[in-house]
């Protein structure tokens, strides 16, 4: 007698998870590195353009002896130098695995199953990717001449709404909000939906009607500011982020993250990093300065390049073949950013580099469009 067959079935993930396109981070790579100065050059994931700083970098080697320790779950004394140094509540910064795990901590623990998520239209794919995690339902709000539109967000926003997401200054576009203008949008929201205001460029920011959000934490109770060492800080392999919020929302954030969330190493590097403010001057300045020189050559060129105020340049072909253009920059070893996915196919981003680097880029696009 044939033994009775089981039917087969395959495991089943949460409702949403096979909705999700798995987010792709710009290349790291190519074939060949043909231009004159003969090696790769990364413009594609708005790294800094001078890598770590020498005081993060040397923190980090002197971690290989202690790499059988467990690190410190709480991130004593990186919550304690990022408080000092931008005037906050140590005991309200909860330290992450870059300023996405905060976003997939706040998602995790405020979010389900037929709450909406609302961000702007072309901002940072994570919102809407962790908001399908979660089996929540992503709106996105439409933007006016690729800035977020507060009328538009705050129209957004229903009774199922759970969490907003703005990042400011925002990825792709470059653009930001004044301090007025995010007065008016959390003025706007019910006390019950938290508004998450990702900061991760801040630090390239020199505008008067700037600010970072951690103001409108310690005045209410449904905000957080989300901030990243990726950027300016140059520590992207490290993975090390944080979030200031309001007593509350750090304790449910601490009872969900994992123990031992931020490596050891990761601590290290960012407590030097923060004390090396001669390192982010001179990385700020450089931005600004290379941003708008460059800018101005990709204008001549005939390309419409949007204003920013980050480490970045969104640069719009209009007519012209984007994709195109990327896989000739390719071809030559310069990696930029393609767009589609932001909705913004006829567009590149181009992270700002060294001096040098730009220049490269700037003559590779001059040739192909016969500039």
């Known amino acids: 007698m044939e033994p009775v067959r089981q039917l087969s079935r395959q495991p089943t ?15 790291s790579t190519a074939e060949a590195a043909d ?69 997939s901590l706040l998602v995790r623990s405020y979010v389900g199953p037929g709450d909406e998520v609302v961000y702007s239209a072309h901002g940072f794919l994570m919102y809407p990717l962790s908001a399908k995690a979660a089996g929540a339902i992503p709106v996105a709000a439409p933007e006016r001449d690729l800035r977020t539109d507060v009328d538009a967000m705050l129209a957004a926003v229903t009774e199922r709404t759970k969490l907003v997401f703005i990042a400011n200054p925002n990825n792709p576009t470059g653009s930001y909000l004044s301090a ?109 300065a290379c941003r708008e020189r460059t800018a101005e050559a990709l204008r001549a060129l ?22 195109a253009a990327r896989l000739h920059l390719k071809r030559h070893g310069v990696l930029v950013r393609q767009m589609g996915a932001y909705g913004l196919p006829g567009c590149l981003r181009v992270s700002i580099g060294q001096d040098a680097e730009m220049d490269v880029l700037v003559e590779l696009l001059s040739g192909h469009l016969g500039g």
């Open 302 to 323: 005939g390309l419409t390049v949007h204003p920013s105020v980050a480490n970045f340049l969104l640069v719009d072909f209009g007519g012209r073949d984007a994709e």
């Open 35 to 103: 231009n004159r100065l003969g090696r790769l050059i990364r413009l594609a994931s708005n790294e800094g353009a001078f890598g770590p700083g020498p005081k993060a970098a040397a923190a980090y080697l002197a971690q290989a002896d202690n790499l059988h320790r467990y690190p410190d779950g709480g991130s004593t004394a990186l919550r304690r130098a990022l408080a000092a140094r931008y005037g906050l509540d140590a005991d309200r910064i909860v330290c992450g695995a870059g300023s996405d795990e905060i976003i």
């Open 13 to 27: 993930p949460r409702p949403g998870i096979l909705e999700i396109s798995p987010y792709v981070g710009g290349e």
């Open 180 to 288: 007025g203008e995010m007065e008016r949008l959390h003025a706007g929201l019910p006390p019950n939906v938290i508004l998450v205001i990702d900061a991760a460029y801040a630090e390239y920011m020199n505008r008067n009607d700037y600010a970072d959000g951690s103001a409108l934490v310690d005045r209410f109770d449904n905000v957080v500011m989300t901030r990243t060492f990726s950027k300016i800080h140059g520590l992207g392999s490290l993975r090390l982020g944080w979030g200031y919020c309001p007593a509350g929302i750090a304790d449910v954030l601490n009872r969900v993250r994992g123990p031992f969330n931020v490596s050891a190493a990761a601590q290290a590097a960012g407590l030097a990093a923060l004390e090396d403010m001669a390192f982010v001057d001179r990385s700020r300045a450089h931005n600004e």
